[in-house]
């Protein structure tokens, strides 16, 4: 379990640190990869706190599935979007515009039970149909 779960953190730091792609212009195309790696930084620092609770007090790692799950979720979400052509006139565009003008106030609602970011107006995630 333990080994598996620092393999995902280090899979993870090297695959979004390494992300590039061409269809998206710079600034967008670094946008999301500083959100995806905020995200991501936030959700392996739980992880990290449920690996330290068990080494210090034993208490077992029960919600490293669904932190792990997460992290899934999240990647697979951004590069959906890193992949998208779509993206240069769909909504989500908008929202990386203005996300980019307003840096830290990020535009996206992310879903509490798979963690992929949604449109700012949706009430249902898109992913898994939680509401939101
Ligand atoms: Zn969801």
């Known amino acids: ?22 269809k998206l212009d710079e600034s967008k195309r670094l946008t999301y990869i500083a959100m995806r790696n905020a995200e ?10 449920l690996y330290y609770k068990e080494v210090k007090f034993n208490e077992p ?7 792990i799950t997460k992290i899934e979720n999240t990647k697979r979400h951004w590069e959906d979007k890193l992949n998208s052509e779509a993206v240069e006139s769909d909504e989500y565009s908008q929202e990386v515009k203005y996300t980019t003008i307003n840096k830290n106030k990020p535009n996206f609602k992310f879903c ?9 107006n949706a009430t249902q995630c898109e992913h898994c149909g939680a509401r939101l």
């Open 40 to 49: 991501l930084k936030k959700l392996y620092s739980e992880l990290g706190e």
């Open 1 to 22: 379990m333990l080994e598996k779960v620092a393999d995902s953190i280090k899979h993870g730091y090297k695959e979004a640190s390494s992300y590039a792609h061409k």
């Open 112 to 120: 509490q039970e798979c963690n992929v970011g949604n449109s700012i």
């Open 61 to 67: 790692m029960l919600n490293a599935k669904k932190i």
